[in-house]
């Protein structure tokens, strides 16, 4: 873990077998990991961090985000094609989206929607982050990936 001002290490968080991802929960002081290898998440103390559980999840987790406004943690599951639905404050597992692709990232926009990139749909789901019902998918289109640069 570093220093966000300084760049400088503070600490390691133990056993986090292909992690691809991180989330601050800061109002519950907790932080997760997504650990792809593991089909885990850990959930650790935010400033201590101290392990505090491993999280069985879907299948090859990978992008992590917390949603304030629901007080949730979602992994994006690349294997199992869903995200994975975690309560902040107990790190209980609460629910699955049925998202139906691999979602890589996501973005929420302040009112109750959460939007997720399907990379392998070609598309953007945007899901309800309290009730999980997906609402609407966007396609776009022959867009795959950024170019890449020679």
Same mark, same amino acid.
């Given at each position: 873990m570093l220093n966000a001002d300084s760049g400088k290490p503070v600490g390691v968080i133990a056993d986090t077998s292909g992690v691809h991802g991180i989330a601050i929960a800061s109002a519950a002081n907790r932080g997760f990991t997504s650990n792809g290898t593991e089909n885990t998440i850990t959930m650790f103390g935010a400033e201590s961090l101290r392990v505090i559980a491993e999280i069985p999840v879907g299948t090859g987790p990978g992008g992590i985000y917390f949603d304030g406004l629901s007080n949730r943690v979602f992994t994006d599951n690349h294997g199992s094609h @869903? %995200?994975?639905? %975690? @309560?902040?404050a107990s790190g209980k597992v609460v629910g699955t989206v049925r998202i139906e692709g691999a979602g890589e990232q996501a973005a929420? @926009? /302040? @009112? /109750?929607?959460?939007?997720v990139n399907l990379e392998d749909k070609s598309e953007v789901a945007a899901f309800d982050p309290k009730t999980l019902e997906v609402k609407k998918r966007f396609p776009i289109g022959a867009a795959k990936r950024p170019p890449v640069s020679p």
């Open positions: @869903d %995200i994975s639905v %975690i @309560d902040a929420s @926009d /302040g @009112d /109750g929607l959460t939007f």
